[in-house]
């Protein structure tokens, strides 16, 4: 009983280690940079941008979700990403969402 303890501790830290030390896993995430070309469906961009508007909102700490808001937001994303769409979906649901 005792050695399989220490195995499984053993493992959990290997795992760990090995974890963090896989560049994808350890680097920022990437979907900031994720550009608007990148969705062949409105469908999908509409809920990329959907989830980008819960997360700016959660590191902005307003806990609050303004559904009369999320409408405008998101025809004001689908407009830029039509428009550019090379451009980060991040960047443009950031600066719709900027005071």
């Known amino acids: 009983m005792k050695n399989h303890f220490y195995k499984t501790v053993v493992f959990s830290l290997f795992l760990t280690v090995s974890i963090f030390n896989w560049p994808v896993i350890a680097s920022e995430p990437s979907f900031k ?18 989830w980008l508007d819960g997360y700016l909102t959660g590191t902005q700490q307003k806990p609050i979700f303004d559904q009369e808001a999320i409408e405008p937001l998101l025809e004001a994303t689908l407009t830029s990403c039509q428009s550019n769409p090379e451009k980060a979906v991040f960047q443009i649901v950031s600066e719709l969402k900027s005071p």
């Not at 550009?35 to 959907?50: G, I, N, R, V």
């Open 33 to 50: 940079n994720v550009p608007c070309s990148a969705f062949d469906d409105e469908d999908d961009l509409m809920t990329f941008a959907f």
